[in-house]
């Protein structure tokens, strides 16, 4: 951005909307957006939580300002720490709950069982976790529990039918159904009944494939960043590992990590406790994670290790790198998912993305109801 729209924009956040049409935003459309969203957070804690602006002298003929409905307490905190440096965001939250009283949502369960359990709020109730206590934390840990629920009956039928009901293209089929043709396999058989002639392809022979469930076992090492920045994220794959420990072929083992790595195995069908082990924020060490995922592989040639992070390594490259290339060398699938939620726009560290994807690994976002045909396809 233009270090003159920078100046300005900053002396915009300060004075708030009392400056109206004196002092605008400028830069670019999504520069705009972004200053005009920061303001609006920044109005609802100093103005509309203490009743008037702080940042200016209380004037009723202020311009610009928000209605209190614009944003709820979830909302706000969820949004705060997306726009703000991080070191700002825990400024502006300890202000919401030391100073202008938004310590409702940690001292009283009553007011979290009356905002509507969805995504935003468990978003929120992951980011205050550690400091909620008793009633409370109790109250968020169904909180978490029922968002849980809801997103696996909502996900579950289409990622275990991606999984299961892919076409088993090594065997036939007694029913011959239309759906179930092999296409592939019905022209490459005929081929030589290609009449020259009238240029047409003659179906002498034509092959079905049959839908069966694959119960060789296959293994399947998820590693979740607690990086706060992949929150929608960690949500999302701790329900899917949920769904894919319930088939009867895979082996799930699921770990979180930042600078440390915790094996969340025993809960990988628990998706609300270890959503509630996660710690979001500090350092992210990526090279020990997948080092750690390379020391669970018994079997290589049926193992998928995914790794859902932004690939912001903190630690040294090079650890990441070598043992990456161990991983594909073994013969295991490897993936990097630098997204995994409904949105999937992630923003990743692309150098190092294309370095790994160099290597044979895959990188990219998939949503929620592709990531079942992305594994279907791993292993079939």
């Known amino acids: 951005m233009n270090n003159k729209f920078t100046a300005v924009n900053r002396w915009r956040l300060i004075l708030?909307?009392?400056?109206?049409?004196?002092?605008?935003?400028?830069?670019?459309?999504?520069?705009?957006q972004s200053f005009s969203d920061m303001e609006q957070?920044?109005?609802?804690?100093?103005?509309?939580?203490?009743?008037?602006?702080?940042?200016?002298?209380?004037?009723?003929?202020?311009?610009?300002?928000?209605?209190?409905?614009?944003?709820?307490?979830?909302?706000?905190?969820?949004?705060?720490?997306?726009?703000?440096?991080?070191?700002?965001?825990?400024?502006?939250?300890?202000?919401?709950?030391?100073?202008f009283n938004m310590t409702e949502l940690l001292a009283d369960k009553s007011v979290l069982e009356q905002m509507k359990p969805d995504m935003e709020l468990l978003k929120t109730v992951l980011q205050l976790k550690h400091l909620m206590h008793g009633e409370v934390l109790d109250t968020a840990r169904r909180i978490a529990k029922q968002v849980a629920e809801e997103l696996r009956h909502k996900l579950e039928n289409d990622v275990k039918r991606s999984i299961i009901g892919r076409l088993?293209?090594?065997?036939?089929?007694?029913?011959?159904?239309?759906?179930?043709?092999?296409?592939?396999?019905?022209?490459?058989?005929?081929?030589?009944?290609?009449?020259?002639?009238?240029?047409?392809?003659?179906?002498?022979?034509?092959?079905?494939?049959?839908?069966?469930?694959?119960?060789?076992?296959?293994?399947?090492?998820?590693?979740?960043?607690?990086?706060?920045?992949?929150?929608?994220?960690?949500?999302?794959?701790?329900?899917?590992?949920?769904?894919?420990?319930?088939?009867?072929?895979?082996?799930?083992?699921?770990?979180?990590?930042?600078?440390?790595?915790?094996?969340?195995?025993?809960?990988?069908?628990?998706?609300?406790?270890?959503?509630?082990?996660?710690?979001?924020?500090?350092?992210?060490?990526?090279?020990?994670?997948?080092?750690?995922?390379?020391?669970l592989m018994s079997a290589p040639s049926s193992t998928c290790v995914i790794v859902v992070t932004d690939l912001y390594e903190g630690a040294d490259r090079r650890v990441l790198l070598n043992t990456s290339r161990n991983i594909i060398g073994s013969g295991a699938k490897l993936s990097f998912l630098t997204a995994l939620d409904e949105a999937a726009e992630p923003a990743y560290d692309r150098n190092l993305g294309q370095i790994l994807a160099d290597m044979g690994a895959f990188v990219g976002a998939l949503t929620p109801d592709s990531f079942g045909d992305y594994i279907g396809r791993i292993f079939s």
Not at 16 to 32: H, I, T
Not at 65 to 87: D, G, M, Q, Y
Not at 184 to 209: C, E, M, P, W
Not at 222 to 247: C, K, N, P, T
């Open 168 to 295: 088993d293209r090594n065997s036939s089929s007694p029913v011959h159904s239309a759906r179930n043709i092999d296409m592939h396999k019905t022209i490459r058989r005929n081929l030589k009944n290609y009449d020259t002639a009238s240029g047409q392809l003659v179906l002498k022979d034509i092959f079905f494939s049959s839908r069966v469930k694959r119960f060789n076992k296959k293994h399947i090492i998820i590693a979740i960043d607690e990086s706060g920045s992949m929150l929608g994220s960690v949500i999302y794959s701790a329900v899917m590992a949920q769904i894919i420990s319930q088939l009867p072929f895979a082996d799930v083992r699921l770990v979180i990590f930042d600078t440390s790595v915790v094996d969340l195995s025993g809960n990988a069908d628990d998706p609300a406790q270890v959503l509630m082990s996660v710690q979001l924020g500090g350092g992210t060490d990526i090279g020990k994670a997948v080092r750690y995922c390379e020391s």
């Open 41 to 99: 957070l920044l109005d609802y804690l100093y103005g509309n939580a203490q009743g008037s602006d702080v940042r200016s002298e209380e004037d009723s003929s202020r311009e610009g300002s928000l209605a209190p409905s614009a944003i709820t307490a979830a909302e706000w905190i969820t949004k705060v720490r997306t726009l703000f440096p991080k070191s700002t965001a825990e400024v502006l939250e300890k202000h919401a709950l030391e100073e």
């Open 16 to 32: 708030g909307g009392f400056s109206g049409s004196q002092l605008q935003f400028g830069g670019s459309g999504r520069d705009v």
